[in-house]
């Protein structure tokens, strides 16, 4: 079933990236990443132009990422019975289309139609790619495939903001028209990609019975919550609470800020290109465990940080535990999945990294209320402690 196996070349990764399969995979992982981080830039512009309240600009990431947590079990499981292909390339059409057509409308209310449009098409994008991972390879080289998917994933999640911002001075809109660049990769993704599609639709309800069943797995359960706690972590400690410390500690300017950021996404895209060697030392398992000692180091570090500059130390030491944790999540569920229940398990692993982007903020945010801008990291260091124990648990089998 895998494209690429057993061809005596499975330790050389220059072999794998001369893959034309996995480089089409890639520019979905791209497009995936591209949503959000590409437009946020053009925010301020863009109140401003069509006359938007600031606390309700935050629409229009809500629009986008609200179908992702909404239809992620449903699309892996149509994805499961019908195909990749026929969810993957309308999926990015509707990306492309919608999204471009943002870029032409001056009334908000139709612009949150047309992001939750885009959103739509969004849904399943990340968690295909990965699923056409499982799908194409196995072994070593399919962790040295999920850790170059994040490896790519991560550029691009660091240099959208660039791009946009770029684009944003010229005009608010025109950010909003690279997603365009989803069509033409739609047609590659039709045309070119060759993946091991599900033969037949299977009874439903047998389907269904038999999903449920294989998602009761503990093993299954314990990279769940491993994956959701990664988000919580993100998304809540860094990206919305350290961007506070830096400018009420620091009065760093936004470019200061963002810079600092950026450094997590170099470190994930470094750490992730090297997963392939070091599975070949340590269990996936054990990956993810010291991720979670890398986020507790990472975050206990922060509020001790006099100087702003050595905020890069924990940015990247979390940067590293990204890199290595979540690709390995990636990996050992499309090894734990039965190949024709893969799409569902990976889509409804999406489904718990979306809930960890939405509640992340949401309970930083209570540590926050509790002891202030430092109680953050500390109640960060306390999560990602628990989320060990408890991993470990589920996978001690």
Request: glycine share 10%; net charge positive; with cysteine.
């Amino acid at each position: 079933m895998q494209s690429t196996e057993g061809d005596g070349q499975q330790h050389n990764p220059n072999n794998l990236l001369k893959d034309k399969n996995l480089l089409i995979i890639f520019a979905i992982s791209l497009i995936a990443v591209l949503g959000v981080s590409s437009v946020t830039p053009a925010f301020p512009n863009l109140a401003k132009a069509l006359n938007v309240a600031p606390e309700n600009i935050g629409l229009l990431v809500t629009a986008f990422t609200l179908p992702t947590l909404l239809l992620g079990p449903i699309i892996g499981v149509l994805a499961d019975r019908m195909g990749r292909k026929k969810i993957i390339v309308p999926s990015l059409l509707l990306f492309g289309i919608a999204g471009t057509a943002c870029a032409f409308v001056r009334d908000f209310n139709l612009l949150l139609l047309f992001r939750l449009l885009q959103g739509i098409g969004a849904a399943s994008l990340l968690s295909l790619s990965v699923t056409l991972i499982g799908d194409l390879y196995a072994g070593e080289r399919r962790t040295a495939a999920m850790g170059y998917n994040a490896s790519v994933s991560s550029i691009g999640t660091a240099s959208y903001p660039t791009i946009g911002g770029a684009l944003a001075t010229i005009g608010w809109y025109y950010p909003f028209m690279l997603p365009v660049v989803a069509i033409p990769i739609a047609l590659v993704v039709l045309f070119a990609l060759k993946n091991p599609e599900p033969k037949g639709e299977r009874n439903l309800r047998e389907y269904l019975i038999n999903a449920r069943r294989i998602l009761k797995n503990r093993q299954l359960a314990g990279l769940f919550l491993a994956s959701a706690a990664n988000f919580v972590l993100l998304y809540g400690a860094y990206v919305t609470y350290l961007p506070q410390l830096i400018n009420d500690t620091f009065k760093a300017p936004p470019s200061t800020i963002g810079v600092i950021l950026s450094s997590i996404s170099v470190a994930i895209a470094f750490t992730s290109s090297q997963l392939g060697r070091l599975a070949r030392r340590f269990r996936e398992t054990t990956l993810i465990r010291a991720s979670f000692v890398f986020y507790a180091i990472a975050l206990f570090i922060v509020p001790f940080v006099t100087n702003m500059w050595l905020l890069l130390i924990p940015t990247t030491i979390f940067g590293i535990g990204l890199g290595i944790g979540f690709p390995s999540i990636q990996t050992l569920l499309a090894a734990l999945a039965p190949r024709e229940y893969l799409a569902t398990v990976i889509a409804v692993n999406g489904t718990f990294f979306g809930l960890g982007q939405t509640l992340g903020p949401l309970l930083m945010g209570i540590a926050f209320g509790i002891g202030g801008i430092h109680s953050v990291f500390f109640a960060g260091v306390g999560f990602a402690i628990i989320t060990l124990i408890v991993f470990r648990y589920c996978t001690c089998m």
